[in-house]
């Protein structure tokens, strides 16, 4: 048995290699088509050479530096390009190592937020059912994934989850897309008054939402109305961009398709592409001006803080990114997969729901398309379509198993950028 303790300790796993453009290779020669990227990371494929080389050169001048002591110029640059990026007030920037850590800096911040503004009983989080923002104890708290909460739900505060957008199984016959998307939204208005709003901080959502329902994106109806009630009660809004952000979906943030401006946007995945763990959070003028009147430092922060070594690998990517012109790919790419998806799975028996946005397309699994009933989980497609898609050289990302009583069920395709339309 390996020394590893790998994520399922009744398989045995392929060993990855090398990695080129959009494939991966394993140690038996064989090679496959990273279909999602990983889990939605390698946006810029494998063994880019302008990345490889940025990591070489701040390697060889600086690879740590303690957030402690000192700022650094790959951190400073990666953020100046971000804020630059960045809708409204969004301005400031924070880097850490990995989605949950960032979503829990928002968590973190956003309560701080209100501690330095002077309403101390605002804790409480409102977040959606059917979301996924990691898998730290705070962050599952916040999530609604049961297959990954339950066996810790009894340390949990209580949460509170209202609706998720998923209209292809919760919107009622006869109802119209606006309004189906005015009634979810408006479950945030009643949470928040059932709570009380001098005890709600924040509600946190992904824009298109990833690891649980497979790529289901809301509207601008929706997303208005949520800023709405957000600014009317007082509560901050967290937008968790990890999967869905740095141009996965056809535009550099997720969030701006569906108009709506966050107070704090988290992003990791496409931000480094995986060539070093690398994730941001977003911080708005409004809230950093807040926490520099009140206490003057922001009470959150880890050791591998804004690290030089991530921050250069971050950077080169975005620059390459951005002078390939890559998210205009992602949104032709992205229209041209869906395409061949419909073709394809259009009609299929067991094909439910074929969706999602630029290079984030989700096929799901039903037992009948016109009754839309899933399969019992024993049954479920997603994982043995994986393991079978990866004896053809594909990889796709799974998910299913329980999520909030639905029985997800989905494969997402998630390629990196940089894929033509032939491959
Ligand atoms: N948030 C979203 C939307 C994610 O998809 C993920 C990971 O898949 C996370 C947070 C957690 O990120 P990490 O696994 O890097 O901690």
Known sequence: MSFVAHRSLKETYRKAVRGEGIYVF??????????SSGAGVSCLGHSNERVISAIKEQAEKLCFASSVFYTNDPTEELAAVLAKGAPGDLKYATFGCGGSEQVEGALKIARQYHVDRGEPSRTIMIARRQSYHGMTLGTLNVGGHIGRRQLYTPMFAPTHLIAPHYAYRERREGETAAAYSLRVANELETKILELGQEN????????????????????????????????????????????????????????????????????????????????????????????????????????????????????????????????????????????????????????????????????????????????????????????????????????????????????????????????
């Open 200 to 423: 709600v901080a924040a509600f946190i959502a992904e824009p298109v939402v990833g690891a649980t329902n497979g790529c289901v994106a809301a509207d601008d109806v929706y997303f208005k109305r949520i800023r709405e009630i957000c600014d009317q009660y007082g509560v901050l809004l967290i937008l968790d961009e990890v999967f869905c952000g740095m141009g996965r979906t056809g535009t550099r943030h997720a969030c701006e398709q569906d108009s709506v401006l966050p107070d704090l946007l988290v992003m990791a995945k496409g931000l480094g592409g995986g060539y070093q763990p690398i994730s941001a959070l977003l911080i708005s003028e409004k809230i950093i001006n807040a926490v520099k009147d009140g206490r003057g430092y922001i009470a959150n922060g880890h050791t591998y803080m804004n690290h030089p070594l991530n921050c250069a690998a971050g950077l080169a990517v975005q620059q390459e990114i951005a002078d390939r012109d890559l998210i205009a790919n992602v949104a032709k790419q992205g229209a041209y997969l869906r395409a061949r998806l419909e073709e394809s799975f259009g009609q299929h028996a067991h094909v439910g729901d074929i969706r999602g946005r630029g290079l984030m397309q989700a096929l799901e699994f039903v037992v009948d398309r016109e009754t839309k009933e899933p399969f019992p989980p024993e049954k479920q497609l997603w994982a043995k379509l994986q393991k079978t898609a990866m004896t053809h050289g594909l990889m796709c990302y799974p998910n299913g198993g329980t999520i909030d009583g639905i029985k997800g069920d989905h494969v997402i395709l998630a390629p990196p950028y940089i894929i033509s339309e032939a491959q």
């Open 26 to 35: 394993d140690a038996d020669g064989n090679k496959y088509l990273d279909g």
